[in-house]
């Protein structure tokens, strides 16, 4: 059976060949997608098929997972000189699945790539060149291409209207630009994926770019613990560092030009303790004033807007833990609210949130902005709130600023000042073993069991709890990050 390369699998082969190979020579070494990134796909899948609503006498071709048979289907569809969804066509070995082709009146069809995206990318670009290359292979003349991408400007106001949702750019002069290189390109993927054993190609910025790599544990794992690229924000140091051979934090030369955070994390690695900036910590702790507001959102933010006055993308918090400490010392109190269901969450958070905060007192969250960002874009649809929110806004502190300004930094966090790493390296409090333990997998697993499709009440009710004790847990431990700051310095 011949090999045949896709429109994703060029891309692939675009960002690094040894990936490509595995792809089709040791698939099952190639770690499955995690959670986070199958919603993402549903997410686009969603999108492309709202694309389809433009096209109201379109046909979508019934998938067949060989090319040849879809070729042939899509071939016969053809005929109908009518918009076709889906259609797949193979040239040489090359094949690809277009997502919207739209005929014109002197026997030639437009392209339309749909993206879930707010821009176009030079990864769309080539995807496009790559289709536009291989439809014209195959004798299917290609007028125009056009990139369909979502409008982050749109506004939800009742039901979704496709007309103003999407964006569509002409694209296709600069995938033309693009066409001369595609075939030689090709062909060198073809023949990498024909050896007997992969490309021995090194690691680099382009394992993340244009999409985070799968198979990074695999190439990666020659990197010692205490490396270089735990410097923070130091990728290209890093990476200047690893061509000189350098791997190790500790054999970082000392007339290598490091900033001052670097420095402070190479001394930390190096003598295996804590960095500590008392006055620092000292002067953050003193801008607290009681009561304090311990307070932490979980948000969804889907491509597709569900409720009115929200924008593609939006986050919109569904949940929130507060934990209030009325003086200090005091036992601090642990509210909670869930939303019970698909009903916007927003006007009951911002109600409740605003009997509970009072009108005095410190709000602490980890990295606040986010907060901030999220009740400012909750009283954009409620403005009755507003005012009140932008009263909160002063009272605001960021716990993730001693550790953002390395005021503190232990060897365990890595690098990272996320509350993740901050967490256990500070007080030994781990999120390890809690079914739901970040952010990403609050999200995807809330919408998975809010507005999905056949899901059970005991799998629905097991989510819930595991929501509840993950944004508990983020809250409670920034009452333990404080207090173990408070004893850093001195104060209780």
Same mark, same amino acid.
């Given at each position: ?9 060029? !891309? ?35 999108? *492309? ?11 979508? !071709? ?43 009146? /002197? ?31 195959? *004798? !299917? ?16 106001? #009742?039901?979704? /209207? ?21 075939? =030689? ?83 930390? &690695?190096?003598?295996?303790?804590? &960095? ?52 200090? #010392? ?18 009951? !958070? ?66 990272? #000042? ?13 999120? /390890?073993?809690?079914?739901? *333990?970040? *952010? ?17 009440? /005991? ?5 819930? #709890?595991?929501?509840? =004790? ?23």
């Amino acid at each position: 059976m011949p090999k045949f390369l896709s429109k994703s699998r060029y !891309i692939s082969g675009l960002q690094c060949l040894k990936y490509l190979w595995f792809q089709f020579n040791r698939k099952k070494e190639i770690p499955g997608y995690t959670s986070e990134t199958l919603e993402i796909f549903k997410q686009g899948r969603i999108v *492309g098929e709202l694309a389809h609503r433009l096209y109201p006498d379109g046909i979508k !071709i019934t998938r067949d997972w060989q090319p040849a048979g879809m070729s042939k289907k899509s071939n016969l569809a053809l005929q109908q000189k009518k918009p076709l969804f889906e259609a797949g066509f193979i040239y040489k070995n090359f094949y690809a699945i277009a997502d919207i082709l739209v005929p014109n009146d /002197d026997g030639s069809w437009d392209l339309i790539e749909v993206k879930s995206s707010t821009k176009v990318k030079d990864e769309n670009l080539q995807d496009t060149a790559f289709q536009k290359f291989t439809y014209e292979g195959a *004798g !299917i003349k290609i007028k125009k291409c056009f990139l369909m991408h979502i409008n982050n400007e749109y506004v939800k106001e #009742g039901k979704i /209207d496709p007309k103003e949702y999407f964006k569509k750019e002409d694209i296709t002069s600069l995938v033309d630009e693009l066409l001369p290189g595609i075939e =030689k390109e090709a062909d060198a993927m073809l023949e990498a994926i024909g050896q007997n054993d992969f490309p021995d190609i090194k690691v680099g910025p382009h394992c993340d770019s244009p999409y985070e790599c799968p198979m990074q544990d695999l190439c990666w794992k020659f990197l010692p613990e205490d490396n270089v690229f735990i410097l923070h924000r130091g990728s290209k140091s890093a990476y200047d560092l690893m061509e000189r051979g350098i791997l190790k934090l500790a054999d970082i030369p000392s007339d290598f030009d490091l900033n001052d955070h670097h420095l402070i994390q190479v001394k930390a &690695h190096g003598s295996g303790k804590a &960095h500590i900036d008392k006055e620092g910590i000292g002067e953050f702790l003193s801008e607290l004033k009681y009561p304090l507001y311990f307070l932490d959102f979980e948000t969804i933010a889907p491509a597709i807007p569900i409720y009115d006055q929200t924008r593609p993308y939006e986050d919109v918090p569904f949940q929130y833990s507060l934990h209030v400490v009325e003086k200090e #010392g005091a036992k601090p109190k642990h509210y909670s609210y869930l939303a019970p269901g698909d009903v916007d969450p927003r006007p009951e !958070i911002l109600k409740k949130l605003k009997k509970l905060l009072g009108d005095s007192g410190s709000i602490v969250a980890y990295n606040s902005g986010y907060e901030v960002k999220c009740l400012k874009y909750a009283a954009r649809a409620y403005p009755e709130f507003e005012k009140w929110v932008e009263e909160i806004e002063g009272r605001m502190i960021d716990l993730w600023v001693p550790f953002r300004k390395f005021f503190y930094y232990h060897p365990a966090q890595a690098g990272s #000042g996320s509350m993740k790493k901050v967490l256990p390296a500070l007080t030994g409090v781990t999120y /390890d073993g809690m079914e739901i *333990g970040d *952010g990403g997998t609050a999200r995807f697993e809330y919408m998975r069991v809010t507005f999905g499709d056949g899901i059970k009440e /005991d799998d629905r009710q097991k989510v819930r #709890g595991a929501l509840e =004790k993950y944004c508990e847990l983020d809250t409670k431990g920034m009452i333990d990050i404080l207090r173990a700051l408070g004893d850093l310095v001195g104060t209780k």
